[in-house]
């Protein structure tokens, strides 16, 4: 094969290019095969004049004396482009005897023109030389849709003559449009692998297509709603390949980098007009965005998601706090103007009533074109937009953030950014959405999926509004979700758990502490000229800011209001402890791990490590513990799981069954329904028979919620005022005040330093337990008949029986012979791991202890100072004795001591 250039990739022990390169035949072989594979790098440019020039040589084995090895024998060639395409497949070429004619390279072989003198074929011009051709080209498409596509746009940016060829079709300027809208929409039928390989092409021209106005013959062409379906086409065709990669949401990654790195805003302000066979461009409309400066505004936009510009811990005055964040939530409307952000207004239920301006048709806005397309859409494009949702939710994003950066509108306040017609299409989108995922959920199990998908577009999508729009129009949206979604769900665990998941998606904002306006919750007792809890306790105190104080420990109506994310979170665990439905348990543990995640994030957030930035933080989790206290009775006993797994015991099974089957005398006297004993207490209900514990409507939580559920209320505890949590424990009655002894009783159990042997008593009774259940299964098989009895019989018989050696050695081998290694995390896990568990669960222990003990010195100061010692003095010493009772750390035991020695000599003066 010859070329004119050096572009041909040579051998390795030659040059790395060259013009031409042979091949090897096999010996007195009439028809050779040529099974060489020659690797050719394209020019840039490639013109008609292109082409493949192959010459057949005769090798003369035995030449004679004087003559050439080689003898010429005759040429064929293939041009490069055909139609301005590359030739690529399988061709059969004719072979010419006489030398090519001028010019010979702009006609394929078999049709070249005639000749004077006529040109001589091998057979008369027949196909006699096989060739395949494959292009790997990041250029060329080699697909007859997209390159339609590519012509016919390239028509539109560029001044060409019409009729212009396309392939083996002449489109004309009045049939322009047309075709083009049918290249639009055969774009889904392209090859999978071309159309990966041009997908930001094939989008960017497309979302161009969607908002630029088109003027064809002196006509307005309108592509927006042919090129929307065809992206949605893609984007469902891309989701539904199984050769394509996915990330673990299930989303598309070619797409997902597509929207994070290439994806810029068209600018809708050009126009290209074409009138008669004049053309006048404004500007070339289409561009090929490099990756540089996609990656510089996609840093852009993750910078102003992550870097804060409203730092905590900076001092603000009063008269420089936010207005927009103070007045988020508040039902009395002020002028705004001139703040950077706006307010929530209180209304009904129904969505506000919003003036639907007219939609400029020639200029656009991406974001808004996009929004319109997505409410208009119908039918199998909608499903699939619904389905997909992340997608274009993640393209209305980045979309919105560029145009406020390009119009420069970051200093205009919110309520103006966007125009009244797009909030009206996004309240569409958000409740259309809303109704979809309402549908899924009475749906089987698949479409449940579906439906968890599509809520946490959903949240993230809501959760990057709060940056970009008004925060009260968001909150708004945020408000008739949850509405809306209880409307429409019967199952109450499947309501809560949904709400759940887009609240803690939410919660996970940022700037949430500023959206909860924890800044402004009053958070410091009444100032007192005394120190000590009497003067608190005197009657200059009034009883209006008593009730003040007891009134930060409820999921009052007023709080909800004023901390508005933070309270539908509180309300949702609230619905989740009280509720008893099929599978709520789920539900309760992933609500207190959602608040415990969030207060997981204050402690590693610097902006929240001075002490009076936690302080206030910790009054925004003061009702907390009023739902906590509430939901006492049902909260996981760890004291009677302790007794239940032995410890303190022999370890004898026999003495095990004996006190498991033992009643209280306690809890006898209860269910006898002793006058004495009318208050069942906590300490003593997992004692109770099931059936009785279900007929007095009490649900247990599991322990590892209980758990989490604690360390909740015990950081509450420790980060909150000290003067405002003595006087709210000042101003309780006795019968709460026990309440609270019963939650501290059961965190000294919850939190007892286990040591590392714990593992091993874990490990042994799950071993226990598995021989049980195994011995039980074995005598519910042997009750059978047939083949599972026969089995479970032979398997029973000793192994060293004479009658049963040969019926041994067919069977399979045995389980009980295998040398298992029982569920041991320990084996797992190394040495220096095992002391760092350990080390962390001691200073655990002691923390959670010591903050317990804390509790205890501020019931003490005020039951003495209240009188009422006589009532709480037992539950003090019940819950000292019970912490002296577990093992503890000599830190907190020097404490404890301590405070028994101080409440003694309180006592006893």
Request: charged share 20%; glycine share 4%; net charge neutral.
């Amino acid at each position: 094969m010859l070329c004119g250039e050096d572009v041909i990739f040579g051998k390795s022990s030659g040059p790395e290019f060259v013009q031409e390169i042979y091949t090897a035949i096999t010996y007195h072989n009439k028809s050779p095969d040529f099974y060489e594979e020659v690797k050719i790098k394209l020019p840039a440019k490639l013109t008609e004049k292109h082409h493949l020039l192959f010459t057949f040589y005769h090798i003369s084995c035995q030449p004679k004396q004087g003559a050439s090895v080689e003898t010429l024998l005759g040429y064929s060639w293939l041009p490069i482009l055909l139609n301005d395409r590359l030739q690529t497949g399988h061709y059969c070429l004719p072979v010419a005897l006489d030398k090519l004619p001028v010019h010979y390279s702009i006609h394929s072989p078999e049709k070249v023109p005639s000749q004077t003198p006529p040109i001589k074929w091998v057979e008369g011009h027949k196909g006699v030389f096989n060739v395949e051709v494959q292009a790997v080209s990041s250029v060329h498409t080699q697909d007859n849709h997209l390159e339609k596509f590519f012509t016919l746009c390239h028509s539109l940016e560029s001044q060409v003559t019409f009729p212009i060829r396309l392939m083996d079709q002449k489109i004309t300027e009045a049939t322009l449009e047309h075709e083009l809208k049918l290249s639009i929409i055969c774009l889904n039928s392209s090859r999978l692998e071309p159309l990966v390989l041009f997908l930001h092409l094939v989008l960017d021209k497309l979302f161009q297509l969607a908002v630029q106005p088109m003027v064809i013959a002196g006509q307005t062409a309108n592509f927006s709603q042919f090129a929307f379906e065809s992206v949605v086409a893609i984007v469902n065709s891309l989701h539904n390949s199984k050769d394509l990669s996915k990330d673990q949401h299930g989303r598309n990654c070619l797409l997902a980098s597509y929207v994070y790195y290439v994806f810029r805003l068209p600018d809708p302000q050009r126009e290209v007009v074409k009138a008669g066979s004049s053309t006048i461009l404004t500007e070339s409309r289409y561009y090929t965005f490099g990756r540089t400066s996609a990656v510089s505004v996609g840093s852009k936009l993750l910078q102003s998601r992550v870097i804060s510009c409203s730092n905590p811990d900076i001092a603000v005055t009063p008269t420089a706090t936010d207005e927009e964040v103070k007045n988020i939530m508040s039902s009395k409307p002020m002028d705004h103007s001139s703040s950077r952000m706006s307010f929530y207004v209180e209304g009904t239920n129904d969505m506000p009533s919003i003036s639907a301006s007219p939609r400029p048709s020639n200029k656009k806005h991406f974001h808004e074109e996009l929004a319109l397309q997505m409410v208009v859409s119908t039918g199998m494009v909608r499903e699939s937009v619904f389905k997909y949702a992340w997608f274009f939710f993640e393209l209305l994003i980045k979309s919105m953030a560029q145009y406020v950066h390009n119009i420069e509108k970051q200093d205009n306040p919110r309520r103006s950014r966007f125009s009244d017609r797009f909030k009206d299409d996004i309240t569409t989108i958000v409740s259309v959405v809303t109704s979809e995922i309402a549908a899924l959920l009475v749906k089987p199990q698949k479409e449940n999926e579906q439906a968890e998908k599509i809520n946490i577009s959903l949240a993230f999508f809501l959760y990057d509004l709060l940056s970009l729009m008004d925060r009260g129009f968001v909150f708004n949206l945020i408000k008739h979700y949850c509405n809306q979604l209880s409307n429409k769900l019967s199952s109450l665990s499947t309501l809560i758990s949904m709400r759940l998941e887009f609240l803690r998606i939410l919660c996970s904002h940022e700037h949430y502490l500023n959206l909860n306006l924890f800044f402004m919750t009053s958070v410091s007792a009444p100032a007192s000229p005394s120190p000590s809890l009497s003067s608190q306790n005197s009657s200059s105190c009034s009883s209006f800011q008593d009730q003040k104080i007891a009134g930060m420990f409820d999921l009052s109506a007023e709080y909800r209001q004023q901390h508005f994310l933070t309270g539908l979170l509180f309300t949702e665990l609230a619905a989740a402890l009280d509720a008893d439905s099929e599978g709520i348990s789920k539900v309760q543990k992933k609500a207190v791990s959602a608040i415990l995640s969030l207060l997981s994030s204050h402690d590693l957030d610097p902006r929240c490590s001075k002490k009076e930035v936690k302080i206030k933080i910790a009054a925004l989790y003061l009702p907390l513990v009023g739902i906590i206290l509430d939901s006492l009775p049902q909260l996981h006993d760890f004291t009677i799981s302790d007794a239940r797994s032995g410890k303190g015991r022999t370890g004898n099974p026999e003495e095990e069954q004996e006190s498991a089957g033992a009643m209280n005398q306690n809890v006898a006297l209860a269910i006898a329904g002793n006058q004495f004993n009318l208050r069942i207490t906590l300490l003593h209900l997992n004692d109770l028979p099931l059936l009785f514990l279900l007929s007095t409507g009490i649900y247990f939580i599991c322990p590892d919620t209980t758990r989490n559920l604690l360390i909740c209320f015990l950081w509450i505890m420790k980060n909150a005022d000290q003067n405002l949590i003595q006087k709210w424990i000042a101003d309780l009655p006795s019968m709460q005040l026990n309440r609270i002894l019963d939650l501290l009783f059961i965190c000294v159990s919850c939190f007892e330093y286990k040591g590392k042997q714990s593992l091993d008593k874990v490990s042994t009774q799950v071993l226990q337990k598995s021989r049980d259940v195994k011995a039980r299964l074995e005598e519910a098989l042997l009750r059978g008949e047939g083949a599972r009895g026969e089995m479970m019989k032979r398997c029973r018989i000793p192994a060293g029986n004479d009658r049963s050696a040969g019926l041994n050695e067919n069977l399979r081998w045995r389980k009980e012979q295998t040398h298992w290694r029982q569920a041991n995390e320990r084996q797992d896990k190394t040495k220096a791991e095992l002391d760092q568990e350990a080390l962390i669960s001691g200073n655990l222990a002691t923390e959670a202890n010591l903050i317990i003990l804390d509790m205890q010195e501020n019931i003490i100061q005020a039951s003495f100072a209240a009188e009422c010692r006589d009532n709480l003095l037992g539950g003090v010493l019940k819950v000292l004795v019970n912490s002296l009772g577990c093992d503890q750390s000599t830190t907190y035991l020097t404490h404890c001591f301590a405070t028994l020695r101080a409440l003694i000599a309180k006592v006893c003066s």
